[in-house]
């Protein structure tokens, strides 16, 4: 049975602090439970924030980084050292910082990686590391916690309105091309694979994103504003600042912990 909860906070810097604290607790949880857990990564303002937060409090030393798998929802297809690439900002934010194994963070390909710019290659490449992780039968591994973010056209991961990609329902990973928002090139996992995910945690910021919000919580079409389809299994997490809640018409409760 899955769950939708909305959280607002005050400003963007509140929003970023309180999601690394909710991110640390539920890393942990995972772990003592299960002995490692996953997380799946987001580019954008409101991402890197929650992991720069993660990276200054004293509260990280209680993960055991060595057992926490990292993979990314999206990747814009640029040079390795381009400032636009979502691994860039993570590493810089918070995963040098840290004593990650480096088997376990999986990055997508950069156009001057091993596949050189064929992005086709990429995101099947991409696509095998996430079917060798999971379990037997299955494609996508159940990640624990997958963080994203959303453009103010509704866009999720690289999957925008009305695309051939957003449609997506056999493959687990694409290639995208002439993205609306640049660079144009980019992989991303599909709806589906999103939809692996045990919780997904909807994080995002500023009155550019209030139409979005309130279409996708309203139930929008996930063809017409995709981050409407992204969904975990268990959980949806949408965790807002006061702005981005702007447009909300339904009061929605903190929920309880
Ligand atoms: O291009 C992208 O944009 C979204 C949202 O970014 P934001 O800066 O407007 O919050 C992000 O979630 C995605 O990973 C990224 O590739």
């Keep these: 049975m899955s769950r939708t909860e909305v959280v607002v906070y005050e400003n963007p810097d509140l929003l970023a602090a309180a999601a690394a604290a909710r991110l640390v607790t539920r890393i942990v ?45 999206d990747e814009r297809f640029v040079p390795a050292d381009s400032d636009e690439r979502n691994e860039k900002g993570a590493r810089e934010a918070l995963l040098d910082h840290v004593p990650l194994a480096p088997e376990r963070v999986h990055a997508m390909a950069p156009s001057d990686g091993e596949f050189g710019d064929d992005v086709d290659a990429a995101a099947e490449a ?21 963080l994203l973010g959303l453009g103010g056209e509704g866009h999720t991961a690289s999957l925008f309105p009305e695309t051939a990609e957003v449609r997506e329902t056999q493959r687990s ?16 996992l599909t709806l589906p694979a999103i939809r692996r995910a045990r919780e997904v945690w909807l994080m995002t910021a500023g ?14 079409p996930e063809t017409q504003i995709p981050v409407s389809g992204a969904r975990g299994y ?16 339904k009061v929605y409760q903190p929920p309880a912990e």
């Design 29 to 73: 949880d995972v772990q003592a439970a299960r002995g490692a857990a996953s997380v799946v990564l987001t580019g954008g303002g409101t991402g890197i924030a929650v992991l720069r937060e993660l990276r200054e409090s004293s509260a990280r030393d209680a993960i055991d980084w060595s057992r926490l798998d990292i993979y990314w929802g």
């Design 126 to 146: 991409y696509a095998k590391v996430l079917s060798d992780a999971a379990g037997p039968g299955a494609d996508v591994p159940e990640f624990d916690i997958m």
């Design 207 to 220: 009155t550019a994103k209030a139409d979005a919000v309130a279409q996708a919580l309203a139930g929008a």
């Design 173 to 188: 990973v694409v290639p995208v091309r002439d993205c609306p928002k640049p660079p144009p090139t980019r992989v991303s």
């Design 234 to 249: 268990r959980r949806t997490l949408w965790l807002l600042d006061r702005e981005a809640a702007g447009k909300l018409t």
